[in-house]
């Protein structure tokens, strides 16, 4: 299975995300993990992301294919699939996800559209910043992080509901019954 997760920051797209990879047998590689990691390495890459991630702001589409496009391809092809989380994240992305993978025979199969209210989003994102420390967990970020992803991707929902891939699915549930809805939308 060759999937991805879309949906608003707090959805669920990381909690489910290693629910279906482990489902599948698959690795689950997730753009903002891999983005925070490099945060943490204090890499030349981390230094240059960092004012990004805590503005809640997209990074540069370059440094974020180059993290994600060889796990991607690795994946497929040793492992038979992936889950995505976080990316592709805007139309532009998909459109170049779509160019560049399909060669290999690794473009998505599935995307799964997790909907929850926005009252709730914030809330799961303020109940974790306590726990996490995430730097992008603060009312003003999450704010600016809404936006982000209304305007740039939601989009992106029309954009794989046209080649007929999309699965939308409500994410407010307890999260055995999302993963299960999920499951039953796949
Ligand atoms: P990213 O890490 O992708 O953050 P996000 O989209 O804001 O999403 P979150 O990780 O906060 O939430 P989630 O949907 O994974 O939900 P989770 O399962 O954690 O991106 C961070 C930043 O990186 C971006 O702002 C950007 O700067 C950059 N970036 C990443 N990808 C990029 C890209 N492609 N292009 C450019 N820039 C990129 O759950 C959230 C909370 O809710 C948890 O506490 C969880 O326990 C709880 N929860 C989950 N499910 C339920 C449920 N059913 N009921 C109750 N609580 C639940």
């Not at 240059?48 to 370059?62: H, K, R, T």
């Given at each position: 299975?060759?999937?991805?997760?879309?949906?608003?920051?707090?959805?669920?797209?990381?909690?489910?995300?290693?629910?279906l990879?482990?489902?599948?047998?698959?690795?689950?590689?997730?753009?903002?993990?891999?983005?925070?990691?490099?945060?943490?390495?204090?890499?030349?890459?981390?230094?240059?992301?960092?004012?990004?991630?805590?503005?809640?702001?997209?990074?540069?589409?370059?440094?974020?294919?180059?993290?994600?496009?060889?796990?991607?391809?690795?994946a497929?092809?040793?492992?038979?699939?992936?889950?995505?989380?976080?990316?592709?994240?805007?139309?532009?992305?998909?459109?170049?996800?779509?160019?560049?993978?399909?060669?290999?025979?690794?473009?998505?199969?599935?995307?799964?559209?997790?909907?929850?209210?926005?009252?709730?989003?914030?809330?799961?994102?303020?109940?974790?910043?306590?726990?996490?420390?995430?730097?992008?967990?603060?009312?003003e970020?999450?704010?600016?992080?809404?936006?982000?992803?209304?305007?740039?991707?939601?989009?992106?929902?029309?954009?794989?509901?046209?080649?007929?891939?999309?699965?939308?699915?409500?994410?407010?549930?307890?999260?055995?019954?999302?993963?299960?809805?999920?499951?039953?939308?796949?």
């Amino acid at each position: 299975m060759r999937l991805t997760m879309l949906g608003g920051p707090g959805s669920g797209k990381g909690t489910q995300g290693e629910r279906l990879a482990q489902h599948f047998e698959v690795p689950h590689i997730a753009s903002g993990d891999l983005l925070r990691a490099q945060v943490r390495a204090q890499t030349a890459l981390g230094r240059q992301v960092s004012a990004y991630l805590n503005a809640g702001q997209l990074v540069p589409d370059e440094v974020v294919f180059d993290l994600v496009l060889p796990a991607v391809l690795a994946a497929a092809e040793h492992s038979g699939g992936y889950v995505l989380d976080g990316f592709p994240r805007s139309v532009v992305q998909a459109m170049k996800f779509d160019k560049l993978t399909v060669e290999a025979g690794a473009e998505l199969q599935r995307v799964v559209f997790l909907v929850v209210p926005e009252a709730e989003l914030i809330q799961r994102l303020l109940d974790r910043a306590a726990a996490s420390g995430r730097s992008d967990d603060t009312r003003e970020v999450i704010t600016d992080r809404l936006q982000v992803f209304r305007a740039e991707t939601t989009p992106l929902a029309d954009y794989y509901r046209a080649s007929g891939i999309l699965r939308t699915v409500a994410g407010d549930g307890p999260t055995d019954l999302v993963t299960e809805a999920i499951l039953a939308a796949l």
